[in-house]
């Protein structure tokens, strides 16, 4: 399976923007990059996931460096119920089905 | 928006005993899933589950484990004679297809607690 590489740890101010990095320099053509969340007690929660072009939706953005080895998480005005651990996950749909969740980035969000 | 439920959200038992935990997925998902999560450790990808058969399985998943979908709605995950080590939470997931990059939806967890 592919790799991906995470900060352990970030944070940030409230209402000011997060980027959240991951790295995944052994990519294959076919796989997907997506993005969950684990608030607190919570089970994992789908944020978003791209293949090449960067991507909105109204949780968040992914922007996909052009050589696919790299991505980063958007979150444009932090709050407190985004403190999380968010993972960065590589998904091959030909190859297996099952999501392989790293140890992720947890996100502190300050008042 | 539509959930996945589980329930119990806290299920305590005897080791040996056999437990059942319960999950509706989202009414029109099509794929169903467990995972696991031992306390301050990875989540674990136990088993998938497609058109009334067990798709995909880990290591994790040994005869102790079966997964049942025994009406059309509810999946249920069963351990036959619970051990100590099998103390985790237990996500349930349900997706509307695979391939082409679809996204899961996990239930809150069921805290299973083996004493």
């Known amino acids: 399976d592919a790799k991906t590489t995470q900060p352990n740890s970030m944070e940030s101010n409230e209402e000011e923007p997060v980027h959240l990095p991951c790295n995944h320099s052994?990519?294959?053509?076919?796989?997907?990059i997506h993005w969950y969340r684990q608030l607190p007690s919570q089970g994992p929660e789908y944020v978003i996931h791209?293949?090449?072009s960067n991507v909105n939706n109204r949780m968040a953005s992914l922007a996909i460096a052009e050589d696919r080895k790299s991505s980063t998480l958007i979150l444009h005005r932090a709050t407190l119920r985004d403190a999380a651990v968010y993972y960065c996950?590589?998904?091959?749909?030909?190859?297996?089905?099952?999501?392989?969740f790293g140890t992720g980035t947890r996100l502190q969000v300050f008042p | 928006e539509p959930e996945v439920t589980q329930t119990p959200s806290h299920q305590v038992t005897q080791m040996g005993q056999e437990v059942i935990l319960r999950c509706v997925p989202i009414?029109?998902?099509?794929?169903f899933y467990w995972y696991r999560q031992i306390l301050g450790q990875k989540v674990e990808f136990l088993v998938s589950?497609?058109?009334?058969?067990?798709?995909?399985k880990s290591e994790i998943f040994d005869d102790q484990f079966s997964v049942e979908r025994p009406d059309g709605s509810n999946f249920t995950l069963k351990i036959r004679s619970t051990k100590l080590e099998d103390s985790a939470m237990y996500f349930c997931?349900?997706?509307?297809?695979?391939?082409?990059?679809?996204?899961?939806?996990f239930g809150s967890g069921t805290r299973l607690t083996v004493v």
């Open positions: 009414s029109n998902h099509l794929y």
């Open positions: 996950i590589l998904r091959d749909p030909s190859d297996t089905d099952k999501l392989i």
């Open positions: 791209g293949l090449t």
């Open positions: 052994t990519i294959s053509g076919t796989d997907y």
């Open positions: 997931a349900s997706s509307v297809g695979t391939g082409r990059g679809y996204g899961y939806t």
């Open positions: 589950f497609y058109n009334n058969e067990i798709s995909e």
